[in-house]
């Protein structure tokens, strides 16, 4: 294996390490909603015939970059208490989110869904617990 990529590897995991105390299997999940939902709407608005926007997708990647750094200030206060919940609430506080946009842009793109799944965005929605535009 190459040296640089060897030295690339350890830099990775060095900051993910300190980023977010290793690599969980919530981590990984959390990660993939993200792009997931990123992808799906993506398709979404192609779909609709909204097209595809650089602004708007540029907004849509900050949003998650700002997840992420909420993520990463939420390990560093279990750091600094010394706990292990401020993150993983974090993180399912966001998930929550994503997958609820996931399921959403699903039925954007004419997939079928439950009826009850869609009456319980309705209502969050109608609550102001979800607000994607927020997110």
Same mark, same amino acid.
């Given at each position: 294996?190459? &040296?640089?990529?060897?030295?690339?590897?350890?830099? /990775?995991?060095?900051?993910?390490?300190?980023?977010?105390?290793?690599?969980?299997? &919530?981590?990984? /999940? /959390?990660?993939?909603?993200?792009?997931?939902?990123?992808?799906?709407?993506?398709?979404?608005?192609?779909?609709?015939?909204?097209?595809?926007?650089?602004?708007?997708?540029?907004?849509?990647?900050? #949003?998650? =970059?700002?997840?992420?750094?909420?993520?990463?200030?939420?390990?560093?206060?279990?750091?600094?208490?010394?706990?292990?919940?401020?993150?993983?609430?974090?993180?399912? /506080?966001? &998930?929550?989110?994503?997958?609820?946009?996931?399921?959403?842009?699903?039925?954007?793109? =004419?997939?079928?869904?439950?009826?009850?799944?869609?009456?319980?965005?309705?209502?969050? #929605? #109608?609550?102001?617990?979800?607000?994607?535009?927020?997110?």
């Amino acid at each position: 294996m190459d &040296l640089t990529l060897k030295w690339g590897i350890a830099l /990775f995991g060095t900051i993910g390490t300190y980023f977010f105390g290793g690599w969980t299997e &919530l981590i990984s /999940f /959390f990660l993939l909603a993200i792009v997931i939902d990123y992808g799906t709407g993506l398709a979404a608005s192609i779909k609709e015939g909204k097209g595809l926007s650089s602004k708007v997708g540029f907004w849509g990647l900050a #949003k998650k =970059g700002l997840m992420m750094l909420v993520v990463i200030l939420a390990h560093r206060l279990d750091v600094l208490f010394g706990s292990d919940v401020i993150m993983i609430g974090a993180i399912y /506080f966001y &998930l929550a989110n994503e997958l609820i946009s996931i399921t959403e842009n699903y039925g954007r793109l =004419g997939l079928p869904l439950p009826k009850q799944i869609k009456d319980v965005i309705a209502i969050l #929605k #109608k609550r102001g617990a979800i607000n994607h535009e927020s997110i």
